[in-house]
C-alpha cells in the first residue's frame, strides 16, 4: 500500500506517493531529490536532517512522510532568494564555519528557526537552539561567530557574543 503525500514544500505543494514506513528525510531526498537534507545518524540524534516543520526545527529522520501531509516544510534549499543567498547561509560562509558541510544545513535551518523567533537571542538561547545539531569538525566556536554575524546582519545591530563553543 502508498500514501499520496500532498505537502508544500520550499512554498511550492507537491504531491508524490510513499510507503507508509517513508521517513520525511527519505520522502524529501529520495522522492523529491532534495538532497541538501542530510542523512547521517537516521535516529534522530544529529540534527543534519534538520528542516522547518509548520515553522519548527525537526529531525526529519524521524518523522513519518505521512505525518507532512498538509504541512509547510523547508529545507535548505527553500532559504536562498534566487541567487542571493539567505543571511544565515552567507554568514557561515563568511566566518569560515563550514569545514566538511555535512552539518551545515541542519544547523543553518536551527539557527534560521532561532532568528525568525528571536531577533536578539542570548548565548543561552543560541546554545539551546543548536543543541540537537552535531559538528564533528568545527569545534563549533566559528559556528557560534556566524550566528552572532547573522543576527547582527538582520537586525542590524551588534549582539557582542564572543565565539565560546562546545566540547
Ligand atoms: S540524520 Fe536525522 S538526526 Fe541524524
Ligand atoms: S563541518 Fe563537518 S560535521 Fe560540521
Do not use: W
Amino acid at each position: 500500500m502508498t500514501l499520496t503525500i500532498n505537502v508544500t514544500v520550499n512554498g511550492k505543494s507537491v504531491s508524490a506517493d510513499a510507503e507508509p514506513s517513508t521517513s520525511l528525510l527519505e520522502f524529501l531526498r529520495d522522492v523529491l531529490n532534495y538532497k541538501g537534507t542530510k542523512l547521517c545518524c537516521n535516529t534522530g540524534e544529529c540534527g543534519a536532517c534538520t528542516v522547518l516543520f509548520n515553522g519548527k526545527p525537526v529531525n526529519s529522520c524521524v518523522v513519518p512522510a505521512a505525518d507532512a501531509v498538509g504541512a509547510q516544510v523547508v529545507t535548505v534549499e527553500g532559504l536562498a532568494d534566487g541567487e542571493k543567498l539567505h543571511p544565515v547561509q552567507q554568514a557561515f560562509i563568511d566566518t569560515g564555519a563550514v569545514q566538511c558541510g555535512y552539518c551545515t544545513p541542519g544547523f543553518i535551518i536551527s539557527v534560521k528557526a532561532l532568528l525568525d523567533r528571536t531577533k536578539r537571542p542570548t548565548p543561552a538561547e543560541i546554545e539551546e537552539a543548536v543543541s540537537g545539531n552535531i559538528c564533528r569538525c568545527t569545534g563549533y566556536a566559528k559556528i557560534v561567530d556566524a550566528i552572532a554575524l547573522a543576527a547582527e546582519r538582520m537586525e542590524g545591530s551588534t549582539l557582542g557574543i564572543a565565539s565560546g563553543g562546545r566540547s
